[in-house]
């Protein structure tokens, strides 16, 4: 399963390529919420919620091993909103990094159907769902997932270039500048300090203004305080997009920032409700290192976010 999520990982770029080949080209360059809490005797939640922008329905995704078939999701079913903001958690292995690339439709289920933004992508063939990705998806990755043959300007370009859209250039410079590295747009990722590569990736999730961002451990490769921040910089952003956002995360204080709370455990849905009643929804968590108590509210994040030296 290891493996399997670090392919999902490697495939960020994908979510704005609209071919497969053209992707496997950038790769080789590199809020209408019930309050209940839904247990495992009742999962699932109301899937009643007008035109979902994403919708899974009996989601089962299986694979083989040398001890026999390996269940890692079972039976999903979820409804997402326009424009809510929803935290997937759960310990290491439980499957929430494969939910969200099924949800993505960066790797097929077993069996069950997935919806975004009114495309079922589970009929949809490998340039079908890339082609869906690419004009309603955003990612931000763990590993940062930037070209390193390209300048933090042009890696922001390269959804808008790939899709055709008029005046890249200065859409991206306008995007980079919102996440406070204006005068880091000719620096290239290994002139960059982690925090300031995840913010070339944010910059470059939200350029295309999608539908829908996927966001999977983004804080995971940042120490505490540059986490807090770039953090603090991804709410801000959606909010004023106003675009839906899926986090994946064993983090509880960036979980508590979403208005939903999704707790799944080896690979089934054990709990969906607001994140007010998110101690109730992280039992299970602690085998992960979480923290407790919620970031402060953001505030003109990117005023605030000095670049960041690369350390020598």
């Given amino acids: 399963m290891a493996g399997a999520a670090s392919a999902d990982a490697g495939l960020a770029c994908i979510g704005v390529l609209a071919t497969s080949a053209v992707s496997q080209a950038v790769e080789r360059q590199n809020n209408a919420l019930s309050s209940r809490v839904l247990t495992a005797s009742n999962p699932e939640r109301d899937m009643s919620i007008a035109e979902p922008v994403l919708k899974a329905e009996q ?15 079972a039976d999903v079913n979820l409804a997402i909103a326009a424009g809510e903001t929803a935290a997937i958690v759960g310990t290491s292995g439980a499957g929430k990094s494969t939910l969200l690339a099924v949800l993505a439709g960066l790797d097929e ?20 769902r890339a082609a869906v990705r690419a004009r309603h998806v955003g990612f931000v990755f763990q590993s940062f997932h930037l070209v390193p043959s390209l ?20 859409t991206a410079t306008d995007a980079l500048a919102s996440v406070g590295l204006g005068t880091r747009r000719t620096h290239y990722p290994r002139q960059l300090s982690g925090g300031e590569q995840q913010r070339v990736a944010i910059a470059r999730a939200f350029v295309s203004r999608p539908a829908l961002l996927f966001a999977d451990e983004p804080t995971g490769n940042l120490d505490t305080t540059t986490g807090a921040r770039v953090i603090e910089l991804l709410f801000e952003l959606n909010r004023a997009a106003q675009t839906t956002l899926v986090v994946v995360t064993h983090d509880l204080s960036v979980a508590q920032r979403c208005g939903r709370m999704i707790r799944i455990e080896a690979g089934r ?36 976010l000095e670049p960041e030296r690369v350390k020598s």
Avoid at 59 to 73: A, F, H, M, W, Y
Avoid at 110 to 126: H, I, P, Q, Y
Avoid at 276 to 300: H, K, Y
Wanted: no cysteine; net charge negative.
């Fill in 59 to 73: 989601i089962t995704k299986q694979v083989s091993s040398p001890e026999g078939t390996l269940t890692i999701l």
């Fill in 109 to 128: 289920p077993s069996s069950g159907r997935v919806w975004l933004n009114g495309n079922e992508l589970t009929s949809l063939n490998e340039d079908g």
């Fill in 151 to 170: 300048t933090a300007l042009e890696n922001v370009m390269l959804p808008l270039e790939l899709t055709g859209q008029p005046n890249a250039r200065k």
């Fill in 269 to 304: 849905i054990v709990a969906d409700g607001l994140s007010a009643d998110g101690r109730i929804l992280a039992e299970g968590l602690a085998a992960d290192p979480v923290t407790a108590a919620p970031l402060a509210p953001p505030q003109a994040a990117a005023a605030r």
